[in-house]
């Protein structure tokens, strides 16, 4: 009976651990194939929010003058909606988000002005899933 009891409690347990876990990797095909014609895939990003305990994912990442990057991501519900992605330049001066007017957009275009470092910055709003992925690409 010990042994039956202690085999349901690790079952249970397992099964609640994989619920709680974020399969980005499901979503990043997703945003793959939303990437524009002409854009050339540089990589993806995982969007994990641990159940809502972290409330901002940051990613650093570098952009060439007079090239243009897209962002498309995608969270539980197949879209973008409860995720948020803000870009900010080196000095924390937000360039693009896709949470303009209380919409949620599945991303933006952005042609860089100056070669340096950028920020990704992935945040959550009125959102339970706190699960998702994102891709960028590029453009000259």
Same mark, same amino acid.
Request: aromatic residues 16%.
């Given at each position: ?31 793959? *194939? ?11 990003? *995982? +969007? ?7 409330? +901002? ?5 570098? !952009?060439? *003058? ?33 949470? +303009? ?20 910055? !992935? ?11 994102? +891709?960028?690409? !590029?453009?000259?």
């Amino acid at each position: 009976m010990k042994k039956l009891i202690f085999t349901l409690t690790l079952f249970l347990m397992s099964t609640a651990l994989s619920f709680a876990q974020c399969d980005a990797e499901a979503y990043s095909s997703k945003c793959l *194939k939303a990437l524009a014609p002409g854009f050339t895939f540089v990589k993806s990003y *995982k +969007v994990d929010g641990k159940n809502g305990i972290r409330k +901002v994912i940051e990613y650093t990442c570098v !952009f060439s *003058k007079d090239t243009n990057y897209m962002i498309r991501m995608a969270g539980k519900d197949g879209g973008a909606q409860g995720m948020i992605v803000t870009l900010y330049d080196s000095q924390r001066n937000e360039l693009a988000t896709s949470h +303009v007017n209380n919409k949620f957009f599945p991303g933006w275009t952005y042609k860089c002005k100056a070669t340096g470092i950028y920020y990704l910055s !992935f945040s959550f709003k009125d959102s339970q899933s706190y699960c998702g992925a994102a +891709v960028l690409g !590029f453009r000259r």
